[in-house]
């Protein structure tokens, strides 16, 4: 035993030896990790987490600016334009995270199965009749995005909405049977809709949703109608050109630009066309509500022209 506690007491090196190595040396250093280590490694050492004089960002930020301006491409700084309160090791962490597979971070509604795969949501609560709802945890905040979504279902005709919704918790402060009544479906949500959760919803809101006033919009798979919500007034639908619903079973793709400020349908590989035609901003994920018993398994593609 005696080596062993020898070893654990011994004092750690003396921090102001960091401050005799070169700053260029310790940079290179620190681009081993990724965002998460760096901010570890800001709130540990004042040498990388403070800035020194004569420096615009700490070590550490600068560290994480170099690995964003080394590797991001040109689509991906369109896709990530920096928010203004937002430092670099932030930017580089949204960068690591916007190429992860997406999946379904958040699930709410009693409708769900267990997930065995993290981009599959299965719900079979046809029988009670209430919507459930599940969310990626993937901002998108500039550029073009499109995902599939593919559904496999046996009925008929499927009941589900697929779209965009601000990046909020449905469930802070949010009760499922209080507030949701059971069914979370929240492009339905209004002041005369869900009153609750349309105050609680609207109060999350932030300078990073952008002047845009809508807040979740949708496609309907049973009849291909666009809906929009600003969860205050009653929601909107919207007529488009080339508007079709998908019936049964198929794959459904959505292009958010959010350059343009518009959100485009692709049914089964083939575009259908713009459903909103703008107003669109801000940062938005993507979303599924389901009420038919379906699968829908959600992946990142390039749309087709």
């Known amino acids: ?34 965002a998460d280590g760096l901010a570890r490694l ?10 020194q004089a004569g420096q615009q960002r700490s070590l550490a930020n600068e560290a994480a600016h170099q690995l ?18 937002e430092s670099y090791i932030g930017l580089y962490r949204a960068l690591e ?3 992860e597979p997406l999946m379904f971070d958040v699930l709410v509604g009693s409708g769900f199965s267990p997930q065995e795969n993290p981009a599959i949501v299965t719900h079979a ?4 009749r209430v919507w459930s709802t599940a969310v990626s945890g993937h901002v998108m905040r ?13 009925a008929q005709y499927a009941l589900i909405h697929l779209g965009v919704i601000r990046p909020v918790s449905m469930t802070n402060d949010i009760d499922l049977e209080a507030d949701w009544k059971g069914s979370v479906a929240p492009v339905c949500v209004s002041s005369d809709h869900k009153p609750a959760v349309s105050e ?5 809101r932030t300078a990073k949703w952008g002047d845009s006033d809508i807040h979740c919009c949708s496609y309907s798979s049973y009849d291909g109608r666009c809906r929009g919500t600003d969860w205050d007034t009653r929601e909107t639908n919207y007529e ?20 343009e400020g518009t959100l485009s349908v692709f049914k089964n590989h083939i575009r259908l066309g713009v459903m909103k035609g703008g107003g669109l901003s801000g940062e938005y994920c993507w979303f599924v509500s389901a009420l038919s018993s379906c699968e829908v398994g959600m992946s990142k593609s390039r749309a087709q022209n």
């Open 142 to 154: 500039g550029g073009r995005h499109f995902v599939e979504f593919a559904i496999t279902t046996g």
């Open 42 to 51: 800001g709130r540990a050492s004042a040498a990388f987490g403070i800035p």
């Open 200 to 204: 609680k919803l609207r109060s999350q």
């Open 68 to 85: 964003f301006q080394w590797s991001a491409t040109d689509e991906e700084r369109r896709r990530l334009p920096k928010h203004d309160d």
């Open 97 to 99: 995270q916007f190429r």
């Open 240 to 259: 488009w050109h080339g508007r079709e619903g998908l019936g049964g079973s198929g794959t459904i793709g959505l292009l958010l630009d959010l350059d």
């Open 1 to 34: 035993m005696q080596p062993r506690d020898s070893k654990r007491a011994r004092p750690l090196p003396d921090p102001t030896l960091l401050e005799a190595l070169d700053n260029d040396l310790l940079l290179q250093c620190a681009s081993y990790l990724d």
């Open 125 to 128: 609560d046809a029988h009670l």
